[in-house]
């Protein structure tokens, strides 16, 4: 299982420093009617901007290069990184996954409402361990549910206890916990 590592990068305004630097290196070679080093200095600052990218806060940046993961970035600002890499952004702020659905139990149906408060907390699990995390998310908690309302019900009658919550929480929290998001809160209404 792969886990978040952080990708190398470094200031991005020392980037544009010298792409600036490189920029009148180039008039000055122009103007000096040297083409090798004007070439030169074009495929410096083609190779400069393309390792420069942006993080916005509360935000990642995840660096693959050739499909194969390099590491995430989580410091925000002009940041310098590999060039010629894809960059996956990734949002760390906190997401609302609502689930609307009905139980068949034995006797009756429940129509039943989850709203459930996550964030990510490692990239890397979250990009390379599932394909769509929220479907996984909402199909885990019917399932769980489902298995905890028919045996609270066999039990003794009774269908949304707060232990039947704890228990629907901490079994969420495992299963998600693999992908690498934390949840934040939750609530059950019927």
């Given at each position: 299982?792969?886990?978040?590592?952080d990708?190398?990068?470094?200031?991005?305004?020392?980037?544009v420093?010298l792409?600036v630097?490189?920029?009148?290196?180039?008039?000055?070679?122009?103007?000096?009617a040297?083409?090798?080093?004007?070439?030169?200095?074009?495929?410096?600052?083609?190779?400069?901007?393309?390792g420069?990218?942006?993080?916005?806060?509360n935000?990642?940046?995840?660096?693959?290069?050739?499909?194969?993961?390099?590491?995430?970035?989580?410091?925000?600002?002009l940041?310098?990184?590999?060039?010629?890499?894809?960059?996956?952004?990734?949002?760390?702020?906190?997401?609302?996954?609502?689930?609307?659905?009905?139980?068949?139990?034995?006797?009756?149906?429940?129509?039943?409402?989850?709203?459930?408060?996550?964030?990510?907390?490692?990239?890397?699990?979250?990009l390379?361990?599932?394909?769509?995390?929220?479907?996984?998310?909402?199909?885990?908690?019917?399932i769980?549910l489902?298995?905890?309302l028919?045996?609270?019900?066999?039990?003794?009658?009774?269908?949304?206890?707060?232990?039947?919550?704890?228990?629907?929480?901490?079994?969420?929290?495992?299963?998600?916990?693999?992908?690498?998001?934390?949840?934040?809160?939750?609530s059950?209404?019927?």
């Amino acid at each position: 299982m792969r886990t978040e590592r952080d990708a190398w990068s470094a200031n991005g305004l020392l980037s544009v420093c010298l792409i600036v630097l490189l920029l009148f290196l180039v008039v000055l070679n122009l103007y000096e009617a040297e083409y090798i080093f004007v070439a030169i200095f074009m495929l410096l600052i083609v190779i400069l901007l393309a390792g420069l990218t942006v993080v916005k806060p509360n935000e990642a940046k995840i660096i693959l290069l050739f499909g194969k993961y390099l590491g995430t970035i989580r410091q925000e600002g002009l940041i310098y990184t590999v060039p010629f890499t894809n960059r996956k952004r990734m949002s760390l702020k906190i997401k609302t996954l609502r689930n609307d659905f009905t139980i068949q139990l034995i006797d009756e149906e429940v129509e039943v409402q989850v709203v459930i408060f996550y964030k990510i907390v490692d990239t890397a699990k979250v990009l390379f361990e599932v394909e769509q995390f929220e479907h996984y998310i909402r199909l885990q908690s019917e399932i769980i549910l489902k298995k905890l309302l028919t045996n609270e019900k066999e039990k003794n009658g009774e269908l949304f206890t707060d232990e039947l919550i704890e228990q629907f929480a901490q079994i969420l929290t495992q299963k998600v916990e693999r992908l690498g998001i934390e949840i934040v809160d939750l609530s059950i209404v019927n």
